[in-house]
């Protein structure tokens, strides 16, 4: 008795010890925020959602191209010719930006209009957000995080909005026993549901990464805990997650990171794969089982930070991302991809998408007239061919190479060559191949957007939309808000350089191990026909 009455006082001496250096952290807190004349950031966000509560009329104003940005949300319109984009980050070498805007892009006439809205979300990046065709559209954002100018505090959501297309309405959703406060999580729209899975929270002092599930009814507006079955994938953030046609969700990759000692932590890359399947006799929806799978097929190279996007032919599409090395205990040395990988959610089948460029010299007849000046898309599976396509019907897709206006393109910063591009970052953007064929070298040119990491990426009418995303050279970072367009329609893949703005900015911060946060671009959206 005596023994456990003892460890008891131990208990509660830990407890106070606890709160008396919370205490101390929380008032040291304050004269440095006091310092640099900033409030809490709790406060910060509950003032810009009273401020916006405020608002009576919605306010439609057309706007230039947005801002640079990462780590926002893009999806396509469910009912017209329009991409939306929300929210997002910039940093421009001493403050960051966190952006609440919510921009609509008009494919048909090119133009882009700002949309205010009564009661809209606080700012934040590292969310998530859906499109989903119901009541004339809706848009479903969930989580993300805010972080002050100076970078001195951050704020994880753990908040559920709506915004109902046709009425141009945000709606906060009030409902219980949802998610912790994340970002950098994945969300997907099946069988009548909004389901989420893992993320991080991170508040600089502490970090800690999740793999836990939950969905959200939308029938009866209440989230449940699904507690699948099976061994589960590790915690982690910024993985690839896709709603399948079978009510399977596809989950694979993502980064985490754990603490080694003190003030030292370890990065992981995560390649492996899960299956989440629902159980096939269960009609409350509650009812899911893990299961690891390996996909087959090529193995892509180690990467996160990846933008995906899927195709209405049971495809879909992985740009870029980046590859950390550690040098040291804090540093990070990152390489940055471009390449383009296909899935064929069907097979579950990776393959390698090879873009090719036009063939400069002659070429015998036929051949000319098959390729009518376009361009070939190579898709190279390693071992036999594959259908690649965002269409659905089409077996190859060519590309036209558009030559961009050299009055925009800044100065070659950085070369990328990855053994089939050569890619100038900021600067050239045409790199070149090599065919032996039967009228001997044939040199062929193609344009490809720079490497990056955290771009939004969407599939809209046979269209592969990007937009921005981040590279670092170096110890610097440059955020991008160039866009562009490549298709299969026709049989071809077109890169609209009318919409395309090569604009980087420089920045000096350097990556720090402990600060590394990793998100992805992960688009679901719902199948239409291609090239309507």
Known sequence: MGKKNKDKKKGKGAEKTAAKTEKKMSS????????????????????????EKKRQKVVQVAIPPPSRRANFALAAHPEKDELIFYGGEYFDGKNTTVYGDLLFYNISSNEWTLCKAPGSPPPRCGHQ?????????QLWVFGGEFQTPSQSQFYHYRDL???????????????????????????????????????FHDNLSDYKYFNDVYAFNLEDYKWRKLEPSGTPPSPRSGCQMVALKDGKILIFGGYSKEKIKKDVD?????????????????????????????PSGIRLPPRCSSSIAVAPNNMAYLFGGVFDVEEGEEDLCGTFFNDLYVLDLEKITWRTV??????NESK?????????????????????????????GDDTMDTEVATPDATCIPAPMTVSDDGIFKMTIGGTTSSSTFHEGASGVEQKSVF????????????????????GGLVED????LTLSDFYALGTCSNKWQCTVHMAIFESSFSCQRRILSKRIHYVSNIQIQREECCQ
């Not at 040291?28 to 401020?51: M, R, T, W």
């Not at 015998?364 to 659905?392: F, I, Y």
């Not at 170096?474 to 970072?477: C, I, R, S, W």
């Open 364 to 392: 015998p007849k036929r051949r000319q007239q098959k390729e009518e000046n376009m361009e070939e898309l190579e898709v190279d599976e390693s071992e036999k061919s594959a259908e690649a396509t965002l269409g659905e």
């Open 474 to 477: 170096g110890d610097k970072q």
């Open 354 to 359: 090879t873009l090719s460029g036009k063939r």
């Open 129 to 137: 957000m859906l499109a989903l065709p119901l009541e004339k559209g």
């Open 266 to 294: 370890k990065g992981t890359v995560h390649m492996d794969s899960f299956l989440l399947s629902p159980d096939k006799g269960d009609s409350t929806g509650t009812k899911w089982k893990w299961i690891s799978i390996k």
């Open 448 to 467: 490809m957007p720079s490497p990056r990491m955290s771009c939004g990426m969407i599939i809209k009418h046979g269209l592969l939309y990007l937009y």
């Open 161 to 199: 909005w709506v915004f109902r297309l046709a009425d141009k309405k945000w709606e906060k959703i009030n409902a219980s026993g949802g998610p912790s406060a994340r970002s950098g999580h994945r969300m997907v729209y099946s069988k009548r549901q909004v389901v989420v899975f893992g993320g």
């Open 28 to 51: 040291k807190k304050k004269k440095e925020l006091a310092e640099i004349g900033e409030d809490d950031v709790e406060n910060i966000v509950a003032q810009i959602e009273q401020e």
